[in-house]
Structures are given as structure tokens and as C-alpha cells.
């Protein structure tokens, strides 16, 4: 239970940690919060060359916004964010998937950016991005790119993080006219891994159909997915066709087997989870459209 | 930037309870073992050491968090709180403790001294939680004894309501 022998290394700056990753590249790690990977280091399931600490490097932890996306530098701590309301009301589903997330003593130190580098597939943070449609934005010393998040995450604890780079941001679409969100899970303890998590988003049009539906899912598949719900696009945003759309989607996924939860149990639960965030978000997309 | 080379020992100086100490660390030292081991201060208890117990929260730079998911080497500089700081100057329980034991919140102890230190904090920043708040925060503790009802009647009454 203790890590491997490994050099520290504390950057200042941005072209520092650049530096690091030339010098090093998958032969380090790097250090934000520390709640994942510090288990996994004191497990030594990692036994990196360089522990690279990413702390001091102040520019991360900014929160910006633009028109259409809030973007979180990757050191922006979890309880932090979630008494930023300029960012809980301008992404809802995180600020409804946040509670889920950890615990009062992992939160102060837990990044979101964090989160998404450890891609523990029923982790809260990773589903939200995903079922937003929003992405992550990743620097290496050969320069900088941004991938969705749907194809970031490859599967457990798998990213398309390349050994060169770090995520230095994550980048949220704000909340949408006519559209409303939901987020609910199960876990053996409030603040645990998720068994299964579900979040929702929905846009209602003015005849009261489904103009867009994004069903995500954690801790079913070994990396948070969203569930292809186009054939109900146009249907009328009810409670049946929640139902429906949950029911459907529980057939077609793939779920994993552990000792939480066998495939039938994680099945049932995206029905019976699924039916519920699908119609709360329905309702209240409906409710905003009206009130529009 | 500063780099540690893996064997090479980094003098680490932090505060701990209003007091400047210092010792020695590698950069693989848990803050737990620089505690217990370098300051030979037993308070700070180590259970699973890897985030998950909470036996090991101490408060670091006003923030109630894990001191086994900390490196030694990254806390040069910092300001500690453990649960040896938190009697009063003549050695009397304070309020938290002292309704620690009112209340039978601890039988073998273990736990306690995480618990005391998030309590502490989370007192702070809501000095008059309901019940449920507290067993929120309690859920990052986990305690073989007092099945927890204890501790949040202890909490409960440490907050005056
Ligand atoms: S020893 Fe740190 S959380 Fe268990
Ligand atoms: S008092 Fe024994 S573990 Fe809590």
C-alpha cells in the first residue's frame, strides 16, 4: 500500500509540464486531486518513472464562458464547482449530477478535469460531458486538440489521452432553450461508484414532440454511453414513450458483470432509472416550452 | 520547478497546529507516514490508504481532506489541523469531543479522529446542519462500532441545536 519510488515534479506553468511530458511521456503520471490516483498509485497499480503535479499551475483552474459553452480548466476542484452558480445554472445536469459525485472529504481536493482522465466507467462527472455532448480539450508539445467526449472515453479507465498529453479543460454546452435535464443513480453508499447512473437531456417542440433526446448512461458499458434514441425524435414527449425509449435501450446494451451487480439487475435498472430521468426531463422541457 | 529525485530526501516544513515543524521526506511518503512516522504524531489514523475509510482526514489549508492521498513532499509549506490540535490549551475536550463522549460516538476509536477533523471543518461552513446534512458528510467515514447514530447525535449536539 505504499507507491513506488518515483520523482516528484512540480511545474509552475503550463511549458513546464510541456517540458515533463517530452522528457517523460507515459512514464509519468500526472497529479491533480489526487482521489483516483492516489489510490491507484499507493495500490501500485501505476508505477510511474515521474509523478508529475499539476497544482501550481494556476492558469488551470479558471472558469470561462462563451456563447454556447462553459469551459473548466482541469484543476477546478468538484465542490468548488459546484458552488459556482454562474456555472450550476448555466449547466444543469451538472449541477444535478454533482451531489452524486464523492464524498464532502474527496470533493474539496477531486477535480472534475481529474474525473475524466481517470474514466472510471460509472463516474458521474464522464457521463454528464457525454450525455451533453460536450468535449475535452488536451495540449501536448506538439500542439493542442479537442475531442468530443463520446470518443473520448474507450473503456475502463481507457481514454484517447495520448502518453504526451494533458487534458487542460473541459468544455460543457450550456443549457438550451426548451430543453430541460434529469440525473439519477444507484450506489451501494450515497457518494460511492455508481451500480448504474442515468442522466437525461430533452428539447421539447412547440407541438409538444421530441425535437432532441440525449440518454446516457454509466456504469452499464465499461465507458459511459449514450444510447441511440433517434427513432423517437418527433415522437410526443410522454410518459409512455420515456418508458418506451427506456425499454428499448435496456434490450440493446451490453452491460458489465461485477460483483455489485450482475447484467439482468444493471438492465432493469436502466428501465426502471431510464423511464424515470426520461419523463422528469419531458415535463419539465414541456414546462419550459409552455412557459417560452 | 521544483523536482525531487526518488531517493532523494526533500526537508518538508509545514505547521501543524499553530506549530512550525519539519522533517524529511522521499517523494513516495503519504502525508499519513510523514505524520505518524517523521512528527511521531500517532493522532492521524491510517486504515485503508487509499481514500476510501476516512480514518486519515486531517484538514490541510482549511480544507477537509484525505492526508493518505497526499505526498509528503507536495505539503512543504502548508497549514495542518489533526486531531491533536483540538483540545484546549489545558488538555479539557472541546465542545465536538467532549460530545463525542457524551453521547458514546466511539468505541475502539479508530475512526474518530478522521471524523472529528471533518466535523470540525464542516461545523464551520454550516454551523447549524440538520440531520441528514450531517449524514452526508458522515458518508466519506466509514466506522465498524457506533453503527453512526451515535456520531450524528454527537455532531447534532456539538452544533448548540
Ligand atoms: S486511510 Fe485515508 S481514507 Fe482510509
Ligand atoms: S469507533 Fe471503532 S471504527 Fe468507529
Redesign the interface.
Known sequence: ????????????TLE?VMELLTEFGGDASIIS???SL??ML??RLVRPKA?I?I?HVLELGNVEFDDATAITGALVRQAAAQKMTSLMSGVPLLAMSLPWV?????K??GTLGGSVAHADPSAEIPLTLVTLGGSVTLRSPSGVREVAARDFFHGLLTTDRRPDELITALNWPLRRASTAYAFEEIAQ???DFAITAVAAEATVAIDGTLANVSFGLGGVEDHPIVADTAEFIGRPATRDTAKEIAEVVADIVDPMVDLQANADYRRQLVRVLGSRVLSSAFNEASAVREAA | ???????QK?RVTLTVNGKLVSGYA???L?LT?FLRHEMGMYGTHVGC????C?AC?IIIDD????S????A??CDGLELRTVEGLAEPDGKLNTLQKAFNENGALQCGFCTAGILM?ATK?LQDNPKPDRDEIK??L???ICRCTGYEQIVRAIFQASGQ
Open positions: 500500500m505504499k507507491p513506488v519510488a518515483f520523482e516528484y515534479c512540480r511545474p509552475d513546464e486531486g489526487g482521489v492516489g489510490a499507493n495500490m509523478l503535479d497544482n464523492g464524498h464532502y472529504q474527496t474539496s481536493r453508499r450515497h457518494g | 520547478m521544483l523536482r525531487i529525485k526518488p531517493d526533500q522521499q517523494p513516495r503519504l507516514d490508504e487509499h481514500g476510501v476516512g482526514t480544507v477537509a481532506t484525505r493518505c492521498l497526499r505526498y513532499v507536495q471533518s464542516f452526508e458528510m458518508s466519506g467515514h
